[in-house]
């Protein structure tokens, strides 16, 4: 059962509209370092102010670019690997497809396995649960859509919500953790072959995975004046063929600060080039693209 003070999580409070971009429709693709635009509407979304740690004096070196912890929340990170984790019983096989491509790149920037798939969470999607914390007091690492976001008391705006547990109160460490993502007010699918629905916003699953799954794994924001190009930024580009999909040489550099790093995965340049080639040549070819991110939070004592 987890300890219900010990839990961390990140709080996004999008301001979605915040910026908005118009791009000229047709086939013109425009580059925003590893972002992917491609001729359609998409918004710059604002992903700051979203911490709400209750003990946030622990986590201050998190946002100090000269601690060996800057970028990290949980510097220990996962008491036992691989993550054993399990998906919404509903979740779209589109969907499921871009969260095991987050996860492999984060892998691939460790070269290591830190997950295992241990199928559907039987009967169980984000709505089963009453509130956004009781999912992690079933003992399963959940991944889960929530149709009626208004449970998770999250603002409308929010992508998506990562909590963790730190047992024993020991921020350093994580030994359980569920994401929740909001399906009500946005389709989360792939940016760069789908449009969206319902008047929902169309939201890149894997860029909004890759990031989340990076809370998940220990790391906290990183903002934009230290690296521009971090997966962690807290900002992103949502909307058709809105993605970022690749990690920066710095998001690398901090995830093997936790778990360290076998064979090639040990060049953390030539790593992110790698990772960058393989999340962005497909989609590029072929029909035109299209793609988008968001995040977590904590409970009262």
């Not at 915040?18 to 992903?47: D, E, H, M, P, W």
């Amino acid at each position: 059962m987890p300890n219900m003070h010990s839990e961390r999580g990140v709080v996004i409070d999008i301001m979605a509209m915040l910026t908005r971009y118009l791009l000229i429709t047709g086939s013109i693709t425009a580059a925003f370092a590893n972002f992917i635009a491609c001729g359609a509407q998409f918004y710059k979304v604002s992903l700051k102010e979203d911490h709400e740690q209750k003990q946030g004096t622990q986590l201050a070196n998190s946002f100090d670019p000269d601690s060996p912890e800057f970028g990290l929340h949980a510097p220990k990170g996962w008491r036992n690997l691989p993550i054993r984790y399990k998906t919404d019983t509903n979740m779209p096989a589109l969907q499921f497809s871009a969260l095991k491509s987050a996860i492999q790149t984060w892998e691939l920037a460790v070269g290591r396995t830190l997950f295992s798939f241990d199928g559907k969470h039987a009967g169980k999607t984000g709505d089963s649960f009453p509130d956004l914390y009781s999912s992690l007091r079933d003992g399963l690492n959940g991944q889960y859509n929530d149709g009626i976001w208004s449970k998770t008391g999250k603002s409308r705006m929010v992508l998506a919500t990562t909590i963790w547990n730190n047992p024993g109160n020991a921020y350093e460490t994580i030994d359980a953790a569920d994401i929740r993502y909001n399906s009500e007010v946005y389709f989360i699918s792939d940016a760069l072959t789908e449009k969206p629905i319902d008047d929902r916003e169309l939201v890149d699953m894997q860029s909004l995975a890759t990031h989340e799954l990076g809370h998940l794994l220990g790391l906290a924001h990183v903002d934009e004046k230290y690296d521009s190009s971090s997966i962690m930024n807290p900002s992103i580009f949502i909307g058709e063929g809105m993605a970022n999909r690749s990690l920066s040489v710095g998001d690398i550099q901090r995830i093997q600060k936790i778990y360290g790093c076998q064979g090639s995965s040990c060049n953390a340049e030539a790593t992110a080039r790698a990772i960058m080639q393989s999340r962005t040549s497909f989609g590029l070819s072929g029909a035109a693209p299209k793609e988008n991110d968001e995040e977590g939070s904590q409970p009262g004592h």
